[in-house]
């Protein structure tokens, strides 16, 4: 699934913010990410994309959602944690991985 906010002037539009998420059906779950151009970021458009990824998942009954964020990018680590994400080992200290379980709090 993928999600785009775009602003129209006449014919003309412009791409604000991406966020999509890639299936992988061997275990049911998906991967989120998202790209915001830098003169929107912390408009809150990343949070309403994420949140509308989150409810298009559950209506596929995805059991999980899973992110990689940089770990210097604490803006977007904190979206997803306000978002019931939450952190999960990982190897590479660069970066941050996160997980929600879709199936927990329906």
Do not use: W
Request: aromatic share 8%.
């Amino acid at each position: 699934a993928a999600l785009c906010i775009v602003r129209q002037d006449g014919s003309r539009i412009t791409i604000h913010a991406v966020g999509r998420f890639y299936y992988f059906a061997h275990d049911n779950t998906c991967e989120v990410a998202f790209v915001t151009r830098e003169t929107h970021q912390g408009k809150g458009m990343a949070k309403r994309l994420l949140s509308q990824l989150i409810d298009i998942a559950r209506q596929r009954n995805i059991d999980k959602m899973m992110a990689y964020v940089v770990a210097a990018n604490k803006p977007m680590i904190n979206i997803f944690e306000q978002n019931n994400f939450k952190r999960v080992f990982s190897s590479d200290p660069s970066d941050v991985e996160l997980v929600l379980n879709l199936k927990d709090d329906e």
